[in-house]
């Protein structure tokens, strides 16, 4: 199965859901995911979400007409996610206390 194209929103409005990107996204082809990031903590929105589409050109068109379109009052930010670098892991276990 190919791999979809994984798309990046930021500067979303916390009263923004799953479904309102899912329709904002639909206008441009089939969305294969929606995924908003929250706060581990409190559950809370933070700001921002990653959209997945399994149509390079789909996304591609997303992308370009969505960057910088307001969706409840916010101008969001839309981009291809770029890979989350490697970091060392926090509390391995060893070190101060």
């Known amino acids: 199965m190919a ?8 500067n979303l409005s916390f009263e923004v859901n799953e479904a309102d990107l899912e329709q904002a996204f639909a206008e441009f082809g089939r ?6 990031v929250k706060d581990r903590e409190t559950g809370k929105p933070r700001g921002f ?3 997945e589409m399994n149509d390079a050109k789909e996304a591609a068109a997303a992308i370009q007409q969505l960057n910088l379109r307001e969706i409840k009052g916010r101008s969001i930010t839309v981009n ?6 490697d970091r060392p892991r926090r509390g391995g276990g060893r070190g101060r206390w």
């Open 80 to 85: 291809e996610a770029r890979p989350k670098p």
């Open 3 to 10: 791999q979809g194209t994984n798309i990046y929103v930021g």
């Open 31 to 36: 969305v294969a995911s929606v995924s908003i």
């Open 49 to 51: 979400a990653f959209v």
